[in-house]
């Protein structure tokens, strides 16, 4: 009987921890969606790229929240940015120092620290996080992640606003490749992250799953769903 009580009780237990640990993440969610840049933020971006309007550095404000909210939705893992102008726009927000810590701490309970945008190669660790991340925007936008139709916003930004050094993607380019059309002068594929082609495997691609994830702690981040004191992207 006493044994029975305890089980009980460890079962509600656990039950109520993961409700909490689902609760904060979704208000740590709603903050990064409402959260309000700072005034100068896209002026500063367009001084960088002078060729974007303001509605096309509101577009990349929406590229980067899409970045944070997926960093969070996959716990904190290290994640890779895979676009050049969203990358432009991180580091400026970067340099408000202050609002920048405050922001990190209040979305994922620790700092997120900038990495430079890459693509695909031979480094394990980039495209882990660029498997993971390609994984988590297809997600959100209901995109097929093994057979992508379309790509996510944050992977299609560097084409859409015509960004001169940008990495330009296609869904995927297999079948182009198969039939030796490079017409298109497309070297980016959202087809290639789940093969193991670059670094002989496919780490990030679809290791995340919505058991509390977001709050289990991981290699980067801490156990209690932040991310302590050296999360994010690296170093």
Not at 92 to 97: D, G, K, P
Not at 131 to 137: G, K, N, P
Not at 202 to 207: A, E, H, K, L, R
């Amino acid at each position: 009987m006493k044994f029975a009580a305890l089980a009980i009780i460890a079962t509600l237990s656990l039950l109520l921890t993961l409700l909490w640990r689902r609760w904060r993440r979704s208000v740590r969610a709603d903050y990064i969606r409402t959260y309000t840049f700072p005034p100068a933020l896209y002026e500063k971006l367009r001084k960088r790229r002078p060729e974007l309007a303001l509605k096309d550095c509101q577009l990349v404000g929406r590229a980067l929240r899409q970045f944070f909210l997926a960093y969070l939705q996959g716990g904190c893992r290290y994640v890779s940015m895979p676009s050049q102008v969203t990358d432009d726009l991180w580091h400026e927000l970067i340099l408000y120092t202050r609002l920048y810590d405050s922001f990190c701490k209040k979305a994922f309970g620790g700092f997120l620290h900038h990495t430079p945008a890459v693509v695909l190669s031979r480094n394990k660790q980039n495209n882990s996080g660029l498997r993971r991340i390609w994984w988590l925007t297809c997600r959100e936008e209901n995109i097929n992640p093994r057979k992508p139709s379309r790509l996510p916003l944050l992977f299609a930004i560097d084409k859409k606003l015509n960004i001169t050094d940008g990495f330009v993607y296609a869904p995927d380019c297999r079948a182009l490749r198969a039939a030796g059309d490079n017409s298109s002068g497309t070297p980016y594929c959202g087809g290639d992250f789940d093969s193991p082609d670059f670094d002989g495997s496919t780490d990030g691609f679809g290791d995340w799953s919505d058991s509390g994830s977001t709050d289990s702690g991981s290699a980067d981040g801490g156990g209690d769903g932040g991310c302590g004191g050296g999360c994010g992207g690296g170093d």
